[in-house]
């Protein structure tokens, strides 16, 4: 995508007449990792595409998704606060993102845009790459944002037993109970010491935000015969998982869930398949580079 289509969509960090074949809206979108993780797969695949970030304002997803259309792109990958946008902009939707009503992936077929989901495929696939069997599990999700939701129906198609979710809001936990059929049912936080599965699909603990530092449970809840999984993957470490390494509970990170949904979305663009290792490895050098950047910089100041 070059300067030609709309002023938001100059990729960031590039010269403005760059063609690009793929890339990531979101406000903000600085922080991204999809722009890493991304290129480093059409790089290991052969392919000649570049990869951008786009800070596209809240109220223009639609603009953005008329320049992949104008400029016969590949697709776009969608972050906040355009998910829910962008799944009334496209042309169809596939059945996860008609079900959960948010696109994280668009793609072009022609001149129809098609929008997905792939939030959830991508945990569960995560975690599977991880060795953690998923089937006959008993799970709660802590959360029923836009994330949480996807998890809570992908975790019921992959046949565990119970999902509950934890949120403030009743109505909020009830309505993303549902998307998991007979298996969803709603529970209170102290309850979480139950299930053997303990998803945080809050932003609790995400760094450079209110929450940050924050744990969303009494870790003393925690027990080692939990498998804890995060979604957020900024920090690596988040309190919640430091708690977690202390306690000697098994866990996984958030980077795995970025690049299994990442690599559903090249899947769709492509057809072919990326290599997770590579874009593994890619995260977690950028992860780390950022931290001791951020490390540096604090120390000049002091």
């Given at each position: ?23 990531v ?16 797969a ?31 792109m ?88 119970e ?15 549902e ?117 540096s ?6």
């Open positions: 995508m070059s300067s030609k289509g709309l002023r938001v969509l100059v990729p960031m960090g590039m010269a403005a007449d760059v063609e690009v074949a793929a890339g809206i979101g406000f903000p979108i600085a922080h991204s990792l999809s722009p890493v993780i991304c290129q480093v059409f790089d290991e695949m052969g392919l000649d595409y570049t990869y951008a970030a786009f800070e596209v304002p809240p109220g223009q997803a639609n603009q953005a998704l008329g320049e992949v259309r104008r400029q016969n590949l697709g776009l990958s969608v972050t906040m606060p355009h998910k829910a946008d962008a799944a009334m902009a496209v042309d169809e939707l596939s059945p996860a993102a008609q079900m959960l009503g948010v696109v994280n992936c668009v793609s072009r077929q022609g001149t129809c845009l098609l929008g997905h989901n792939t939030d959830g495929a991508g945990f569960c696939d995560a975690l599977e790459a991880e060795g953690v069997e998923l089937a006959g599990r008993r799970c709660a999700v802590l959360g029923a944002g836009g994330a949480g939701r996807a998890v809570v129906a992908e975790l019921a198609r992959r046949q565990v037993v999902v509950a979710v934890i949120a403030r809001r009743a109505a909020s936990a009830k309505s993303a109970a998307l998991a059929g007979a298996v969803g049912t709603t529970a209170d936080l102290t309850a979480v010491g139950q299930y053997d599965l303990l998803v945080n699909a809050t932003p609790v603990g995400m760094a450079e935000t209110p929450d940050a530092g924050r744990l969303p449970l009494d870790p003393d809840l925690l027990h080692s015969a939990q498998h804890v999984a995060e979604l957020v993957y900024n920090p690596l470490q988040t309190p919640l998982l430091a708690e977690c390494a202390y306690r000697e509970v098994p866990f996984s990170t958030g980077v795995g869930m970025l690049v299994h949904q990442a690599a559903h979305a090249l899947r769709i663009w492509t057809g072919s398949e990326p290599n997770l290792v590579v874009m593994l490895t890619a995260a977690h050098a950028e992860l780390a580079r950022r931290h001791n950047d951020q490390a910089l604090r120390s000049a100041k002091s």
